[in-house]
């Protein structure tokens, strides 16, 4: 799908894969709604635009609040009578500790704002998009969605119910004329872990994380779009766990365990 001339609603689009998103996307020549749940980092995003003409417009909303959700959508399929695509981006992790000290509060969050929230806002856009001449859901999974990372447990399942539901909106949607694209990010430099109210240390054993930068993943993520592909995977960590995987399932969780298991707090 051209971006061009295209309206887009970027979810998350306060800061890191948001905000380059946003940004790259008005480079190109389309524009953005962007949605997050700070007012302060939208301005901070619209400034980053400025050169563009800044965002077409922005809302403040928490993805997690489904009353919320309708609002908002209400509001913008009236105001706005063009919407061509969402970036479904927003998400958080779950503090690294076992699934068995995670209470129920903290499950049901990561949960709401990882899938129910993207769910529900499809939902509340998809007659908008089918409505269009052409259309283009995005929705990220992660890394995390097909491979168990300890201590992120609910997380991967959050993530790994995006990646299926995504997959069967595509499979409906084949005979339309809205594309479905599915993102499965790698190690990102983003402040999701801050954003999460998580602190994350710099380094495993001793050994810094080597990320992908966040304009150099939305750049990867706006190709894939350009391209309508089914599945995209940004970052070579995200590309050849997903093959190592599909090898020897039981060698990569054992191999992704290993590596993860410092950061879990016992």
């Not at 929705?139 to 993530?159: D, E, R, W």
């Not at 790994?160 to 539901?165: N, P, R, S």
């Amino acid at each position: 799908m051209n971006i061009k001339n295209h309206t887009f609603i970027v979810t998350g689009a306060g800061s890191g894969m948001g905000k380059e998103l946003s940004y790259q996307i008005v480079q190109k020549g389309g524009f953005v709604i962007g949605i997050d749940r700070n007012q302060e980092t939208l301005s901070q995003t619209n400034e980053y635009l400025r050169d563009f003409g800044g965002l077409k417009a922005s809302y403040v909303l928490d993805i997690a609040n489904p009353a919320a959700i309708k609002t908002v959508c209400e509001d913008l399929i009236t105001t706005h009578k063009t919407i061509d695509g969402v970036f479904n981006n927003a998400g958080i992790i779950q503090p690294f500790i076992p699934f068995n000290e995670l209470d129920e509060e903290a499950i049901r969050h990561v949960m709401d704002v990882n899938f129910f929230g993207l769910v529900l806002l499809t939902k509340a856009l998809l007659p908008t998009l089918l409505s269009r001449p052409e259309a283009h859901i995005v929705n990220t999974s992660s890394m995390g969605g097909f491979l168990p990372v300890p201590g992120q447990t609910i997380y991967g399942a959050s993530k790994a119910a995006v990646k299926l539901f995504t997959e069967g909106l595509f499979a409906e949607l084949t005979d339309t004329k809205v594309h479905v694209t599915l993102i499965f990010p790698g190690a990102i430099e983003t402040n999701i872990t801050s954003n999460s109210g998580i602190e994350m240390p710099s380094s495993v054993d001793g050994k810094s994380y080597k990320m992908l930068s966040a304009m150099d993943a939305a750049a990867q993520i706006l190709k894939a779009v350009e391209r309508n592909k089914y599945h995209a995977y940004i970052g070579r960590d995200a590309w050849f766990m997903n093959i190592l995987t599909r090898l020897n399932p039981l060698y990569a969780n054992r191999m992704i365990s290993k590596q993860m298991k410092s950061l879990l707090k016992n």
